[in-house]
């Protein structure tokens, strides 16, 4: 066997192991409970518990953790042993069915935006057994969903199943209106391409602005930057490439395939696909994918940075969210299909997203995002805040032709008819390489590019899954009680993409001319976070979420709330992390350059009146130019935390950040970063942009 085969898996108790490792019954009755998505019975449990035991521990692990996924964005865990110690001295291993399928963290410090009192601090975690058990640095960890005893979700794992259970039943009722009996079930598939940067740990760890933030605070552009594009697809340094060859290793034991690994645009990026997957079990290897990415990083000196805009200047960093729906009987619904009645349900399919993507931008914007996805969307690299689809020339003219009853060949062949006709043979357009889409159809797959690199890609998908379900649900509805299936078929697809095509746009997502283009249709532009997290809130947006069973109205409210307040969090780290690098090193770093500049001139100036002094003072003026500025602008920031810190109300604490701190921080940025131009290198305190960049040989 092949070294990747050999390794493949072999940290993951996947159904291989499983049945294996099970008695015949117990496996299939676990299968059964998984595929019915019923809890498990405490027989079952305890005889998997058991396997589950004797197998971790002869992969060498002594404890065992519920891994879950709170509001933090970061994954959680709190190891118990196995360990049991008896009466006389010795100790059992012991591992139950109970502790396998319910775990009681004390997690009373996990944000919760006010949903559980304190006299009811804990929540239980429960195992989700569509999601393998894993070892990860020897620990036992069981993926589950966390919630409150009072039922609600308290994590991205409970609304993201219930989001996939809520397509699910929607999915099944279109294709079965198309005769596909055979089906029993519908899960979306997801692939996240994860970007990131790789820095030197030497060079991170001179930067409290990495160190506490994860991004670039302050820095001058290095004389270069990307403008070559030879970092694009380049050769990998062999430094990278031993990193990547471990990191590869690492994923391949925990069953997570990582397909490709290239050199992004921007210098020291790095781009990771995976082979696409159910998405419950994608959004929990897209966690351990990047847990493991930083990791392995430290393991060869280096630092991986998840933000999604470390550099100003430079390209960021986003997480293409792959996106699509297939059958138990393993059919892509979003693949156009051979026959009239496979197009037709492809048709109705595709319908339906743009439908319900037009309908929600809102949510689908508001679902990426953070302080961080802020510096991205609607810069120059990243796909602009405004949400349109993207379908390429040829499906767009498909479109058309049935929207207005026109006929697709302009030779003048006949009307396309719904139900009836094969759909014309299109290409994958190649045109989607231009990525400036933030939601493009790529041949069987819609790619959602907006989401962030550091973002828990369990939020896209659960707004994904939900809105389609909705106008799924819509459709249904109105189709099953039609008298002539295809007529109705053909209108409703026509109405829908009369009344909804505004949303489709195939030009340059990067054009200012586009920005006035998307006013004149009525497309919403959210452009920071604050703006958008409002919506979630809207009356109609909860009545959606209830409606599909997927959030309530008090787990909206508490996640608006959680999410609001990490922005202010972080812009509050930002800029106190500011002030400090100011104080203590860029200022007290100035002031030995300017006495070595004043002395140097004083110098001159004593040892005879006319030596020429023109660099000493006029670079001393500058600096002290600059210098006045930075400082006025560290006031002026100080002052502005200050206000901050007494501000009790979360919504206006998220808007004062935004339009006071936010500024307040880019006033100081800009006579820093002039400064350091000003600076002898070796006066400066902290590595330039050019040192993290290109600094890794
Ligand atoms: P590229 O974007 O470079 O053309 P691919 O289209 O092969 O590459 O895939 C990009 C990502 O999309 C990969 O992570 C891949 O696994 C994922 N992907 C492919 N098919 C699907 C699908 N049906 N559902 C979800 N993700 C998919
Ligand atoms: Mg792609």
Redesign the pocket.
């Known amino acids: 066997m092949d070294k990747v085969t050999q390794m493949y898996g072999t940290n993951v108790f996947n159904e291989q192991t499983m049945r294996q490792r099970l008695p015949k019954e117990t496996f299939k009755e676990l299968e059964k409970t998984i595929q019915d998505g019923k809890p498990l019975n405490i027989k079952i449990a305890n005889a998997v518990a058991h396997a589950m035991k004797v197998w971790a521990i002869e992969k060498g692990a002594t404890h065992f953790t519920h891994w879950f996924q709170p509001m933090t964005g970061v994954t959680a865990e709190k190891h118990d042993s196995f360990i049991n110690p008896q009466d006389d001295g010795t100790v059992i291993m012991e591992f139950s069915g109970k502790e396998l399928i319910k775990g009681e963290p004390d997690a009373s410090s996990f944000p919760n935006g006010g949903l559980r009192a304190t006299f009811e601090a804990r929540g239980y975690t429960a195992w989700d057994p569509t999601s393998y058990a894993f070892i990860k640095n020897g620990v036992l960890c069981i993926p589950t969903a966390f919630c409150s005893y009072t039922g609600f979700a308290l994590d991205k794992k409970t609304p993201l199943l219930r989001s996939m259970e809520a397509i699910n039943k929607q999915a099944l009722r279109i294709v079965k209106l198309f005769g596909h009996d055979d089906v029993h079930s519908i899960k979306t ?3 996240p ?1 994860q970007e990131y940067f790789l820095v030197d740990r030497k060079y991170y760890e001179q930067r409290k602005d990495l160190i506490y933030t994860g991004r670039t605070l302050f820095g001058a552009m290095a004389p270069k930057n990307q403008e070559m594009e030879d970092h694009y697809f380049g050769t990998i340094k062999s430094r990278v490439q031993a990193f990547m060859n471990d990191l590869n290793e690492e994923l391949w034991k925990l069953g997570i395939s990582a ?1 490709t690994e290239h050199n992004e645009v921007a210098p020291a990026q790095h781009e990771l ?4 997957s159910t998405t419950n079990i994608a959004v929990d290897h897209n966690q351990l994918t990047m847990e493991i990415i930083q990791r392995v990083a430290k393991q060869h000196d280096l630092v991986a940075l998840l933000h999604e805009k470390p550099f100003e200047g430079i390209n960021g960093s986003g997480k293409h969210n ?3 729906i297939s059958t138990d009987t393993g059919i ?1 619904l979003l693949e156009p299909g051979d026959t009239p009645y496979e197009n037709a349900q492809f048709l109705l399919f595709l319908t339906a997203i743009i439908k319900a993507v037009d309908e929600h931008q809102d949510l689908l914007r508001l679902a990426v995002a953070t302080a961080g996805n802020d510096h991205r969307l609607g810069a120059n690299e990243a796909p602009p805040a405004i949400i349109s689809i993207f379908l390429g020339d040829e499906l767009t003219a498909i479109l058309e032709s049935i929207e207005n009853d026109t006929p697709y060949d302009t030779i003048g062949k006949e009307l396309m008819k719904i139900g009836a006709d094969v759909l014309p043979k299109f290409t994958k357009d190649t045109t989607d390489r231009n990525r400036t889409s933030p939601f493009a159809f ?1 041949g ?2 819609f790619e959602f590019r907006m989401p962030g690199s550091a973002l828990s890609v369990a939020q896209p998908n659960i707004m994904l899954n939900t809105v389609i379900a909705d106008v799924l649900d819509e459709f249904a509805d109105y189709l099953e009680t039609s008298q002539d299936f295809e007529a109705d078929l053909h209108t409703l697809i026509q109405n829908t993409l009369k009344e909804h095509k505004r949303i489709i746009f195939n030009g340059n997502g990067y054009d200012d001319s586009w920005v006035s283009e998307a006013q004149k249709r009525g497309l919403l532009n959210l452009k920071t976070t604050v703006d958008a997290l409002p919506y979630s809130i809207l009356p109609e947006n909860i009545e959606l979420f209830e409606r599909q069973g997927v959030l309530m109205k008090d787990e909206i409210v508490s996640r608006y709330e959680i999410m609001m307040e990490e922005y202010t969090k972080v812009l509050n780290i930002e800029a106190l992390t500011m002030i400090d690098m100011v104080k203590k090193q860029i200022l007290p770093a100035i002031l030995k350059f300017e006495k070595e500049l004043a002395d140097t001139a004083l110098l001159k100036r004593s040892l005879t009146e006319t030596l020429p002094a023109s660099y000493e003072l006029q670079t001393l003026e500058s600096i002290s130019y600059f210098m006045e500025q930075a400082y006025a602008a560290l006031k002026d920031l100080e002052i502005k935390v200050k206000e901050l810190h007494v501000i009790d109300d979360f919504e206006i604490a998220a808007s004062f950040v935004r339009d006071m701190v936010i500024p307040a921080m880019a006033a100081l940025r800009q006579p820093c970063d002039q400064l350091e131009m000003l600076t002898d290198t070796n006066y400066w305190p902290f590595p330039t942009y050019g040192k993290l960049l290109f600094g890794i040989i």
Not at 273 to 276: H, S, T, W
């Open positions: 598939t997801l692939g391409e397909k696909a995976p082979v696409f792959n996106w699509s892509n790529t069987n797959k």
